[in-house]
């Protein structure tokens, strides 16, 4: 009856806690289109194209190859997933081999190629023209190319060949056994578009798991599947983050239960420790929703992972009471210490919240929101449950042991020395490393970038590391700009600066373009003089080029091709990401193929009106490097506004002055041993920096306070290493992790948590001599 009376309100609170959650977090709009967390651009159109890339159609595109069987084998298997794929419903596009036009986008090109090919010039209808083009045809009847020589003599000018030559302009994989093969390897190749947004990560995992049936239903027998692509990468970063973290979580939560096990003798505290850290995450991810709408799944997990500084909380007040004790009393003892730990870390993560990177704006508001709950709950729902369940540590410690300890701190002015040396040594390699490529920043690993750009060179992708960006006030307007621009690209592909280029303006020219085209074409009576002139001695029929001829006067009156006219997701998939409307006005992109000359390309450009040269890789550099840079002042001015709160409550300038340089050379000595490993530092480390400062501040506080007596100082040095062996417990793991960003916030917390606790014991704590213990405690 005793342990029921002991248990039951502790399961009934933690029951209480977890159904809010349920409730809560039933009730989400969790969000994982990594879109979402990134930066905005500096520029419009560094903006527009950061929202294309993040989710436009570009991030559809998958690029799959198959190898490691014989040739034959290859063309087989690519025709059977081919068709897989297309019954999948889950592709736009679905094409592998240089004939995938469907019938009725063939018909529609076909009788509009005088208006659309730019074979069609004046010249073309001559009678000195058309006689070398006849001889051509009959070239073709006499030889191997018999059966095409029905299209020769309707389209004798070989205007269709032409426009499905500049359709195909750049590079583009070799034909064998009817689909694509890579130019210099046994590799089938596939081009997909998803249907689905690609940082979509659910409709990622439906195109994945349709990709691998495909592969299986085929048959491959030895056969290797490759597949990458934005889209691919989303989807396996997500992936990859999500095992890790789960994965980690279980672990350390389990050696952090272990540990609390061993320092208070009863598996009650567990279930009271969850009772605030519980409420602190519920009330963290409802703020988030009503301030953003949604909230961010790196946001929520990464913001799981901060509020592990709110652990403590329950632990100090746990760890602090004496058996038997009142609640009450406790929180009295230690209330200014709790209270300005609380405020100071809660203002010193408030930076991020105004960092101006979506991503840590969330992030900020989800840790601030979760610390002030947690401390709530620690305040005013623990102390109940802890005076009902009897919780309180078995013991403060040896006396004896702690005095040895505490005579430590008779040498900690020789802690300056390695501190001094650090910064000399930080000073003379010129400051720390810093990371502003954000490829480097990605989860996804070197050898799937690789893949995606051999992928993409073998396929004939395009390069979206530099585009030429025309916009307008109308999809015409757009397509006569670009027309105005493409002979710079023809020069730099005879040059060898790019291997191709992709424009919509050189899939479907503009109207004032077809129209002068169409202006260009002879009428009937002058063309037919023309034809039989130029077949006059040649063994053709008088009536063989009827259909010419027909066609020809048929172009006459025809009406100009807009791309919405043209049926088939072929070219519906090409033109999207090239021709867009955004914000009322229009938007083309011009992108290369084989960029090899990128000084070149960006030369060739300069200056040309309504057009703007976008090297994608330099932009996000810059935007990541604004950013951090941004994110570092408010980090400071945080800092700052902390000590500030401190003098103000504190009253004693030394006490803040040796509170802010345990803070300040923490930090310090963690990003030099971090620029000694060889590591750049990012805004990942910025946020894993600010979780050290928030707990660097609970444990230079509580080391701080007045302390009545020996028992009392025992009390808290235990208190606190148990607080830091949970955080080093809970992010050491996180160094094992197979993801680079969690990798990084591990190492940078384990090393930071750590140095926090021993300088705040050696330059926090009072001298172990009775005369300055004393005046240390009238100065607190």
């Known amino acids: 009856m005793k342990l029921r009376k002991r248990v039951a309100p502790i399961l009934g609170a933690l029951a209480l806690a977890v159904l809010l959650a349920a409730l809560v977090f039933g009730h ?36 799959v190859g198959i190898e490691r069987v014989a040739p034959a084998e290859l063309a087989r298997i690519s025709q059977a997933m081919a068709g897989g794929l297309r019954a999948s419903g889950q592709f736009a596009l679905v094409t592998n081999r240089n004939q995938d036009i469907d019938e009725a986008t063939e018909r529609v090109i076909f009788t509009h190629r005088y208006l659309l090919s730019p074979a069609n010039t004046p010249g073309s209808f001559t009678t000195d023209a058309l006689a070398h083009d006849f001889a051509s045809v009959l070239d073709q009847m006499q030889s191997a190319l018999a059966p095409m020589a029905r299209l020769g003599l309707a389209d004798p000018t070989g205007t269709l060949h032409a426009l499905l030559e500049n359709w195909a302009a750049g590079a583009h994989p070799r034909s064998q056994g009817g689909v694509w093969f890579a130019p210099d390897r046994d590799r089938a190749l596939i081009l997909l578009k998803t249907a689905g947004n690609g940082l979509d990560l659910a409709a990622q995992d439906r195109a994945a798991a349709a990709i691998e049936a495909a592969f299986a239903a085929a048959e491959p027998g030895s056969a290797r599947l490759l597949a990458a692509g934005p889209a691919v990468f989303a989807r396996d970063a997500a992936r990859d983050i999500r095992a890790d973290v789960q994965l980690l979580s279980i672990v350390s939560a389990l050696l952090v239960a272990l540990l609390l096990l061993w320092r208070f003798r009863s598996p009650l505290v567990i279930g009271a420790i969850a009772v605030p850290i519980v409420l602190s995450l519920t009330v963290a991810a409802l703020v988030v929703q009503l301030a953003f709408g949604f909230v961010h799944g790196i946001a929520l997990g990464f913001g799981m992972t901060m509020l592990g500084v709110t652990v403590d909380y329950p632990v100090l007040l746990i760890g602090h009471r004496k058996p038997g004790e009142a609640a009450s009393g406790t929180l009295r003892r230690i209330s200014q210490a709790f209270t300005l730990a609380v405020a100071t870390a809660a203002i010193g993560l408030t930076g991020m919240a105004f960092s101006g990177f979506p991503g840590l704006a969330q992030l900020g508001v989800f840790s601030v929101s979760g610390i002030l709950a947690a401390a709530m709950a620690t305040r005013y729902v623990l102390p109940r449950l802890i005076v009902a369940a009897d919780l309180a540590p078995v013991s403060a410690g040896d006396p004896a042991q702690l005095l040895r300890m505490e005579r430590l701190r008779a040498w900690r002015w020789w802690a300056l020395l ?84 992709e424009a919509a303006a050189r899939l479907v020219p503009s109207l004032r373009t077809q129209l002068a085209r169409r202006a260009t074409l002879p009428a009937p009576d002058e063309l037919a003089a023309h034809v039989r002139a130029a077949q006059a001695g040649m063994p053709f029929r008088d009536d063989a080029f009827a259909d010419f001829l027909a066609g020809v006067a048929f172009a006459r009156d025809q009406a100009p091709l807009r791309p919405e006219d043209i049926p088939g997701a072929m070219v519906a998939a090409r033109l999207a990401p090239l ?106 480390h910025l946020v894993a920096l600010q979780f050290v400062a928030g707990v660097g501040l609970d444990y230079s506080l509580f080391f701080a306070r007045r302390q009545l007596d020996i028992e009392e100082r025992a009390r808290t040095l235990r208190t606190l290493v148990t607080c830091n062996a949970m955080t080093l417990l809970t992010f050491g793991l996180l160094a094992l992790c197979r993801t680079p960003l969690l990798r990084q916030i591990g190492v940078t917390v384990a090393i930071g948590a750590f140095l926090a606790i021993v300088m705040g014991f050696l330059f926090v704590g009072p001298r172990p001599d009775g005369v300055a213990e004393d005046a240390t405690r009238r100065e607190s």
Not at 597 to 616: E, I, W
């Open 418 to 501: 390695p501190i001094a040396v650090a910064t000399l040594w930080l000073v003379a390699v010129g400051g720390p490393y810093w990371e502003d490529d954000l490829d480097n920043l990605s989860p996804v690993p070197l050898a799937a970038r690789q893949l995606d750009q051999e992928l993409r060179g073998e396929i004939g992708a395009p390069d979206v590391g530099q585009l030429v960006v025309v916009q307008g006030p109308s999809e015409q307007a757009v397509l006569e700009r670009e027309e105005a621009l493409l002979p710079r690209a023809d020069t730099l592909r005879q040059q060898g600066a790019i291997t191709g280029v």
């Open 28 to 63: 989400l709009d969790v969000r994982n289109d990594i879109s979402e967390f990134l930066p905005r651009g500096e520029s419009p159109a560094a903006r527009l194209m950061l929202r294309e890339m993040r989710s436009g159609a570009a991030t559809t595109l998958i690029l």
């Open 579 to 684: 021709l867009f409307a955004r914000d009322g006005a229009w938007v083309g992109l011009i992108a290369f193929q084989g960029v090899r000359d990128p000084a070149a390309l960006a030369h060739a450009f300069a200056g040309a009106p309504d057009a703007t040269v976008l090297d994608m890789r330099a932009e996000t550099n810059a935007i990541v490097a604004a950013a951090t840079r941004q994110a570092w002042r408010f980090l400071g001015l945080s800092f700052l506004v902390a000590m500030l709160v401190l003098a103000a409550v504190l009253r004693t300038p030394w006490t803040v002055a040796r509170i802010g340089f345990v803070i300040l050379g923490a930090g310090l000595i963690t990003v030099v041993v971090l620029t000694a490993l060889g590591v750049r530092l990012s805004l990942l």
